[in-house]
């Protein structure tokens, strides 16, 4: 079933600055840094796999709009963390970032971080239409950092 996109424009648009800064970063730095840096890869990469895993199949949406029949998740990481699949997008590069020498680098990093807070907040916008107690998840729990942020 395919589903109507609330504004398909911002929603594909998003979606496409975010896979061009993560295939910047991939192609232009090297990843995986078998340093102590290690640890931070592994562990976006193991939250990305727990997000990904707690979602219920058939309901994993590349766009930040809701499909029609979606639930809302509250497990898993999404007990702590509304966006761990961001989390765990920032948490993977973050070695990049602090390996790089390059301007070009830190300038995708920051393009990404914002990208990911608009699409974020523009998700979170469909996520109260969507579901009535959105408002209650969101009081007890963070954006992408547990409590923090």
């Not at 589903?3 to 090297?30: D, G, N």
């Not at 979602?55 to 761990?84: A, C, E, Q």
């Amino acid at each position: 079933m395919l589903q109507k996109l609330a504004h398909p424009v911002t929603s594909y648009s998003l979606v496409a600055v975010q896979f061009a800064c993560i295939a910047v970063l991939l192609w232009f730095e090297p990843w995986l840094n078998f340093t102590t840096w290690l640890i931070p890869q592994l562990l976006g990469i193991t939250l990305g796999l727990w997000a990904v895993a707690t979602m219920h199949l058939g309901h994993f949406n590349i766009v930040p709009d809701p499909m029609p029949d979606s639930k809302l998740v509250t497990t898993g990481p999404y007990r702590w963390i509304r966006h761990p699949m961001y989390s765990s997008l920032l948490l993977f590069f973050l070695p990049t970032l602090v390996h790089s020498e390059s301007p070009f680098i830190w300038v995708c990093y920051g393009i990404l971080v914002i990208d990911l807070i608009v699409k974020l907040q523009y998700e979170e916008k469909l996520l109260n239409k969507a579901f009535h107690d959105y408002h209650l998840y969101q009081s007890r729990t963070k954006r992408l950092i547990p409590y923090l942020f």
